[in-house]
Nanobody
Framework: QVQLVESGGGLVQPGGSLRLSCAASRSIFTINAMGWYRQAPGKQRELVALITSGGSTNYADSVKGRFTISRDNAENTVYLRMNNLKPEDTAVYYC?????????????WGQGTQVTVSS
């Protein structure tokens, strides 16, 4: 198992920046992939960005060129740097850890952090 604690959300004006942090309770080397998802009111949760244990990254088309996912292995922390924020980025952002054991995958979630982009 792994516990995830997010931080860094808040209110920001359009065009502004935020950095979200996700601290894991175990070495992120042992986690196959970590990602950020978001859920806006009335919408389904969607993948924003993903980083694998090998360092490969993947982004939703809507955030490419604006968001960057990274990790600090020594701190067992994954970050999401969000630049040029837009009102449509407003959502609760959740950190996810995906662990594969044998042929089964297990997902763990943080409690979520609110990001509001508004003038």
């Amino acid at each position: 198992q792994v516990q995830l604690v997010e931080s860094g959300g808040g209110l920001v004006q359009p065009g502004g920046s935020l950095r979200l942090s996700c601290a894991a309770s175990r070495s992120i080397f042992t986690i196959n992939a970590m990602g950020w998802y978001r859920q806006a009111p009335g919408k389904q949760r969607e993948l924003v960005a993903l980083i694998t244990s090998g360092g490969s990254t993947n982004y939703a088309d809507s955030v490419k060129g604006r968001f960057t996912i990274s990790r600090d292995n020594a701190e067992n922390t994954v970050y999401l740097r969000m630049n040029n924020l837009k009102p449509e980025d407003t959502a609760v952002y959740y950190c996810n850890a995906h662990i594969i054991i044998m042929t089964s995958g297990y997902d763990y979630w943080g409690q979520g952090t609110q990001v509001t982009v508004s003038s």
